[in-house]
């Protein structure tokens, strides 16, 4: 029986299309609030982002609450796991912490200034548009609100997973053999950077307080740390409309048929309305990416510069990619 052709289809076949749309339009937008806004706000943003990465260090993970949600999730590991032989506290694990390092910094760096760079350039161009759900009760407009953003993110997903040089900037999340609660920050900068772009039109209906928003969307990472988490959970029926970590998994596994499925952020609605949605009966699945710098093996003394090509091997990709895109081009 033939498939049924999918939105990711659509955009795996017009990635240039989709690429202009989803990057070169936002980041116009962007360039154009920079200027508007002026350099003096950049070095104000930057040191207010310090402090707030520093506050969100300590009230995060230096907390009462992380130490509780921690232990939780090491007691469900070895309930639950997904992977029976994986170590509870993992190479993988230490790696990833690292990576929380630099995906934060980037988020309180460069990704809520983007966030503040849209929200300027609507309200001084499309006030109409930012003020369409100000009116209504708060409770409704979050509600609004994570519904939209989480259709963007879900979008957003789909789009760096089929457009080939933004696949290899996200691979690096993909690229964890040992999953835990840390590898929902197993980020690069560009697919982050890259994230807030293809989302970009869902600041137009963020209308609460920026900082409020930034904060609340942060905090929502527990969920998406438990989604990483190394255990076997699921909801049933439930699974179609809400995201489990059994449903998650399956994303991340080292077959490429898996992993173009399931793209869900907190809801498989979208999976479900668009025809990616997948389950399978098997309980361990591998996880990770052929090819891609890993951490599991080799000397300790050597992780630094393993830290290091697990950043620079998208570039070098994405490089690639582009030339040979190029290349074909030219030639035809």
Same mark, same amino acid.
């Given at each position: 029986?033939?498939?049924?052709?999918?939105?990711?289809?659509?955009?795996?076949?017009?990635?240039?299309?989709?690429?202009?749309?989803?990057?070169?339009?936002?980041?116009?937008?962007?360039?154009?609030?920079?200027?508007?806004?002026?350099?003096?706000?950049?070095?104000?943003?930057?040191?207010?982002?310090?402090?707030?990465?520093?506050?969100?260090?300590?009230?995060?993970?230096?907390?009462?609450?992380?130490?509780?949600?921690?232990?939780?999730?090491?007691?469900?590991?070895?309930?639950?796991?997904?992977?029976?032989?994986?170590? @509870? !506290?993992? #190479?993988? $694990?230490?790696?990833?912490?690292? *990576?929380?390092? =630099?995906?934060?910094?980037?988020?309180?760096? &460069? +990704?809520?200034?983007?966030?503040?760079?849209?929200?300027?350039?609507?309200?001084?161009?499309?006030?109409?548009?930012?003020?369409?759900?100000?009116?209504?009760?708060?409770?409704?407009?979050?509600?609004?609100?994570?519904?939209?953003?989480?259709?963007?993110?879900?979008?957003?997903?789909?789009?760096?997973?089929?457009?080939?040089?933004?696949?290899?900037?996200?691979?690096?999340?993909?690229?964890?053999?040992?999953?835990?609660?840390?590898?929902?920050?197993?980020?690069?900068?560009?697919? @982050? !950077?890259? #994230?807030? $772009?293809?989302?970009?039109?869902? *600041?137009?209906? =963020?209308?609460?307080?920026?900082?409020?928003? &930034? +904060?609340?969307?942060?905090?929502?990472?527990?969920?998406?740390?438990?989604?990483?988490?190394?255990?076997?959970?699921?909801?049933?029926?439930?699974?179609?409309?809400?995201?489990?970590?059994?449903?998650?998994?399956?994303?991340?596994?080292?077959?490429?048929?898996?992993?173009?499925?399931?793209?869900?952020?907190?809801?498989?609605?979208?999976?479900?309305?668009?025809?990616?949605?997948?389950?399978?009966?098997?309980?361990?699945?591998?996880?990770?990416?052929?090819?891609?710098?890993?951490?599991?093996?080799?000397?300790?003394?050597?992780?630094?510069?393993? *830290?290091?090509?697990?950043?620079?091997?998208?570039?070098?990709?994405?490089?690639?990619?582009?030339?040979?895109?190029?290349?074909?081009?030219?030639?035809?």
């Amino acid at each position: 029986m033939t498939r049924r052709a999918t939105l990711q289809d659509w955009i795996a076949a017009h990635p240039g299309a989709v690429s202009l749309a989803t990057l070169a339009v936002p980041f116009a937008i962007l360039v154009i609030s920079a200027l508007e806004t002026g350099p003096s706000a950049f070095s104000s943003h930057f040191a207010t982002g310090i402090k707030g990465f520093l506050n969100y260090v300590d009230a995060f993970f230096i907390s009462a609450s992380f130490i509780v949600f921690f232990a939780v999730i090491l007691i469900l590991e070895r309930l639950r796991p997904a992977d029976p032989d994986q170590a @509870l !506290l993992s #190479r993988g $694990l230490l790696f990833d912490t690292g *990576f929380a390092v =630099v995906s934060l910094l980037v988020h309180f760096l &460069f +990704v809520s200034l983007f966030a503040l760079l849209f929200l300027s350039f609507f309200q001084r161009h499309l006030p109409p548009l930012s003020g369409l759900i100000g009116h209504w009760p708060n409770w409704l407009r979050v509600v609004v609100v994570f519904v939209a953003v989480d259709f963007a993110g879900w979008l957003s997903h789909v789009i760096r997973h089929k457009v080939p040089a933004l696949w290899h900037f996200h691979a690096l999340h993909h690229s964890q053999n040992a999953m835990n609660l840390m590898t929902e920050f197993r980020l690069h900068p560009c697919d @982050l !950077l890259a #994230r807030t $772009l293809t989302m970009s039109f869902v *600041f137009v209906l =963020v209308l609460v307080p920026i900082e409020q928003a &930034f +904060v609340f969307v942060l905090l929502q990472k527990y969920y998406l740390m438990f989604l990483h988490a190394n255990v076997d959970i699921g909801y049933g029926p439930l699974d179609r409309v809400f995201v489990s970590p059994r449903v998650h998994r399956l994303h991340h596994a080292m077959r490429s048929d898996l992993h173009d499925q399931n793209y869900g952020v907190y809801l498989s609605i979208w999976d479900t309305i668009f025809g990616t949605f997948r389950q399978v009966p098997d309980r361990v699945i591998e996880t990770g990416v052929e090819g891609f710098p890993s951490e599991p093996t080799g000397a300790w003394v050597q992780m630094p510069l393993t *830290f290091l090509r697990q950043f620079a091997f998208p570039v070098t990709q994405a490089a690639q990619t582009l030339r040979d895109a190029f290349t074909v081009r030219e030639r035809t």
